[in-house]
């Protein structure tokens, strides 16, 4: 492809040699001959003149900027998003386009399922009574779908998912190996200091647009239903538990714990390794730090951070005297040992 | 079912209309017309005059509590433990009795492996050779049974279990898809700067009653058994390392890590995230709070919190100070002004 | 075998009766009749005395310490590292050799599939075209292996692992259960609220002799590739984001977390459930205590504890003094008291 291939696909505005050849993409620092990269923060601006790309996508702005401080070798792109146009640009250098393979004779099929078009069934796949697949679906090896159990249209489920029975999930949604979606909750009651089992008769949506880590687990409601809203990503090895309900276009970095029956307002961000509390119920757009433990209801817009979590600034300060506790005790032993003496 | 049928099954007294349809259950905030619901908690008692359920289960205490606030129009289950009772309910109601499927032929059994009565090993279960299938024992698709291992009788594990060989799974054991059992554990020596891999050739014993959740991880001992308990329930994600030893009736929630080699006696809670050290000891009945880090040993009936985890009010007591250190260093600033002032 | 025979077989000179019979190996605390043990460290020595072992495993150094305290009764055998022999004993005593099984005609291979010689491919493993299986490797029952993706000799893969497309890995390697190799990245653009996938179109390099651990997450690079270092050994559930690069010879324990384009040099060893942020870069023989947060780069040879982390030894001065907040406020409030009264 050439540089002006790519432009009119993305829809860019081009400089310099629109005919150069385009044959991959990279990071500003691996980029070499022949790739195309971007620039999409002021303080990276100057490797533009030290990158081996032979194209660089930039916003005006940033163009202006680097103009500013020297002559620019490579074709330009500009557009109002850099980065949104680096992801399209991978998608176009890379990705095929999707073509279905049909059903494997090596899947197993239970009865009553309902099959959409042009659809992906490999080897290996378990799809149990009742349940209904949507068109272009894609179920991979060892995928197992449980009874009754509705995948809507585009969405991509990767081997060694599982899903059980009841759930829901919804369009263009992608599944990484190893998920699991709707296992029990874990609700027990203690009687005489043994836990007896809670049946987790409930079930779980996914709304269209989500996408779930790896080896994810999505526990399924013990009545009602635990909800991902939608376009939420969820990273790697996140625990979700019964009747969580989560916003829409959430970002759950791996490891997250949330309890079960919490509540995520819309837009929330939560750093690696958070954990929160089961029963409480976080705001829209708050944003946790990593490794935070978030124990009460958090309002609208809150950035939190530390275990248990608290405004980020008020952690900061009090973490930062934290690390100089030794010279603080000192200088109060010293103030002690003053006035032992006047006295 | 009549309400008057659901008393019967749970040995429940009955108050109000006793021929109501009862189809469904739900939690107090959900349940709606035909469903039960329960209180057990007496904070939550004034939800009985606006819940829209059919039928409540209550404690005798908790009757008398609500009927002096008002008009009870629901019927009413009389029980001791109302939790258990609903749980109870939700089996009936929702639950079918077991239904043996029989043996798939599209699974994979090997050489000499026992069978047991009415039990269900589906298609892409894979069971190795000399390996002992209790009765009634569920073996879902992609279910992995090593070499001798033994299941034993009413035990459900469920799809993408991983058991490897020399392990012993006693009765009504329940495990979610994706859990491993009888992974290596986690054992090198360093030489030269090298590490060696040392050969984990020990099993692990599960005890009757044991759940374990979905893409756990329990590792083999090196040598001689990692062992859970008789009764002990087990949440998403945790880490077993080798040799650990887990006691009767302990609760482990979701992503909590236990080193090598370490104790936990009966009874013990731990709460979402925790990590134990290695080789430690912890007693009977000790709660750990969540993301708590216990690196030493534990007394029985501790309650600990932080990391390193202290007992839980004087990590309380410190962390409420530390919040408010920055207030507190401006007040040791003033007081050293001062002193400098008058000397 | 006698004691004899395993000292020949692991180059140790040898002691006491030379005819015994060896039955197994045990830890010095379980270790009975006919059986072999090792003692690694002086404060262990005692323990010689008690110990129902048949034969021990001893440096020089030790053996002279422990006959300096009393008479040995056990057969004995002398080495430069006894907990490395211990481990060649193991290997010795209880792993069998390995036996090629052939290919299951119950596996699933693509087209142009290279397979070496003495290879297992078991009945359910799905390897897609074009992928490359080196000499001895093992395919496990359910294990994925993408297009393209290839395993080099003498690597040992246990069921349920997914290799997606496009990966390496090198020889000598073992995966466990349920780990996930070459997954996307999390990698997304945020566009007026809505977050679009970054496609992740680079691949993963596993060096020689790596070990993962069950459950693991390793994502696949955005462009590039996430690299795992010769001889690095990595625990159960740990998270490893895409474009992460990991020296050689690391250990990094269960329930890590490392985030996306971080650096670690070569033998930094990384405690249980710490978490790494992206993008930064640690040295060389860098040490991170258990539940650590690293935010910032690390120099080489640094032990680091605390979240964020901060050099021990600092950490657990400040530490230390967190414990005792509440009494030296109390301090410093007879201070402001005292002060107040002068006035």
Redo the contacts between chains.
């Keep these: 492809m050439t540089l002006k291939d790519i432009a009119e696909s993305i829809n860019a505005r081009i400089r310099g040699d629109t005919e150069i050849e385009i044959t ?4 500003i620092d ?1 980029a070499g001959e022949g790739e195309i990269t971007y620039v999409a923060e002021k303080r990276l601006i100057d490797k533009i003149f030290s990158t081996g790309a032979s194209a660089i996508i930039l916003s005006e702005d940033l163009l202006k900027e680097a103009q500013s401080r020297g002559q620019i070798r490579q074709g330009i792109l500009i557009v109002r ?1 850099p ?2 146009a ?2 399209r640009v ?2 176009i ?3 095929s386009p999707y073509q279905p393979k049909g059903i494997s004779n ?1 899947a ?1 099929i239970g009865q009553n399922v309902t099959l959409g078009r042009d659809i992906t069934i ?3 796949a ?1 799809i149990e009574d009742d349940a209904v697949i949507g068109d272009r679906v894609v179920i ?3 995928v ?1 779908i449980g009874k009754g159990t509705v995948i809507e249209n585009d969405t991509y489920i ?3 998912v ?1 899903v ?1 029975e009841g759930v829901k999930i919804g369009k263009r949604v ?1 599944i ?3 998920a ?1 979606i709707g ?2 909750g ?1 609700g ?2 203690s ?1 005489e ?7 987790q ?1 409930g079930g779980v949506i996914i709304e269209d647009d989500v ?1 779930i ?5 999505i ?1 399924r409601a ?3 239903n635990t909800i991902i809203g939608k ?1 939420t ?1 969820i ?3 996140v ?1 979700i ?1 019964h009747n969580v309900k989560i916003g829409k ?1 959430c ?1 759950i ?3 997250v ?1 949330i ?1 079960g029956s919490a509540q995520l307002g819309d ?1 929330v961000i939560v750093a ?2 958070v ?1 929160i ?1 089961d029963h409480i119920k976080i705001g829209n757009r708050v944003m946790i730090g ?2 935070a ?1 978030v ?1 009460s209801d958090v309002p609208d817009g809150q950035t939190l951070l530390g ?2 979590a ?1 405004d980020h600034k ?2 900061l ?3 930062g ?6 010279e ?2 000192k ?2 032993n010293e ?2 040992r ?2 032992q003496k006047e006295d």
């Design positions: 991959g993409a990279s990071g691996e998003n980065k949104l680096f992801a991978l998608e250098l890379y990705l090596r197993y490999s080897a290996f378990y991979s090896p060892y197992y990767y081997p060694h599982t059980r992608i990484h190996p190893g699991v296992s029990d874990f027990f009651v009687d200091g043994r836990h007896h089992k809670i049946p008769v996408e880590g790896s080896n994810v687990s526990d013990t009545t009602g376009g990503k990273d790697n090895l625990q538990g276009n970002i970095v791996a490891q714990g309890g837009g690696g390794q954990g509390r990593a490794q433990g124990g275990s248990p608290i008020k952690w300060r009090a973490h005297i934290f690390t100089r506790l030794p603080i005790l200088k109060i103030i002690e003053k006035i």
